[in-house]
């Protein structure tokens, strides 16, 4: 090896003996409720798959028959000729979904939140963000030349401490957050921002990545859920969790949408969204305008197997959605649980330190509509068997 990178091979090395090296697991088939995980059919209790879209009839015909007419590439950004009409009526739709005057399509949520937050703040404003945001919103952050304040998770408290002690100084202040929190699944508490939004003057960004197609009426997201149309000024989705494909969108005001044609770098550097793939999103949207089966299977599976972990002693934590953390608490007794899992036919992560604070290791359980009773019933023995071996229930 060259020894001008003899650098990084000391740093792998650094992370073998933190014991936090890791290799990619392959899947071999559609993401699913059952995956062929390195080869062998494991229950899949791990993505963001919420609906299971990702692999429907409807939707994979919708792309099948994009690709025959539009080819694989958009071949452009789409300032340039990659503005296939797809792209526009997807954002039409979004639009209507999420009942906002206009959406910007992005090729994915993270490219949203670095592209959107460096275009709307600038030297002299200041973004206020939660402690756990999510890093996109974080590197967004960084890229933008806004002053920055952290105020504790979901602490309102220290959220109108810092307003009080800093809003008269900035021209614009911009409050994010996301709207569910990935690692607890718990929720921003949007009516209370809303709020002290309202009374010190502030613009309000919500990152929905993990509430849109979960809550609200047909999956319409947290600001449904909350009631709050017309009250959040910038509401980020991703397209790649619930609904089941790949891309993200901002839903805000025309004048917004106008802006940012002109400013979001990720929109002017980087090539358009694969007509297969927006086509797929389109009929993914659709099937969710038009009925809520998928949404309520989804929460029928999540109350179904809470309430079994719950009964068998498990502490799975406060969240308020179909994410499900079980706590583990050590390091490495919670990947020694996950592995465990895997020995019984059950693909779940382990999630540690430094994703999460010390000695609040836990088992992320991500429940989907895709999952049958059967699934769930195995998923459960499992973790029960795994529990009591293990001295956790
Ligand atoms: C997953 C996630 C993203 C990134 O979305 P992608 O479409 O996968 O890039 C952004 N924000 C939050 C809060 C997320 O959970």
Redesign the pocket.
Known sequence: MSDKLKFIEEKVEQLKEEGVYRKLPVNYGPCENVIELNGRKVVNLSS?NYLGLASHPRVKEASKAALEKYGVGAGSVRTIVGNQDLLEELETLLARFKEEEAVMLFQ????C?IGTIQAIVEKGDLIISDALN?A??IDGVRLSKADKAVYKHNDMDDLERILKEKREAYRNVLIIT?GVF?MDGDLAPLPKIVELAKKYDCLTYV?D??GSGVLGRSGRGTIDHFGLHGEIDFIVG????AIGV???YVATKAIVKEWLLHRARPLLFSTALPPAATAATIESVKMLMESEEHTNKLWDNARYFKSHLEELGFDIGISETPITPVMIGGESKTMEFSKALLDEGVFVSGIVFPTVPKGKGRCRVMISASHTKEDLDTAIAAFKKVGQSLGVI
Request: hydrophobic content about 25%; aromatic content about 0%; cysteine-free.
């Open positions: 963001n994915s949520g993270l490219n939140n999510h996109s919103i996301d990935s990152d990545a993990h991703t397209l790649s969790k790949v891309g993200g």
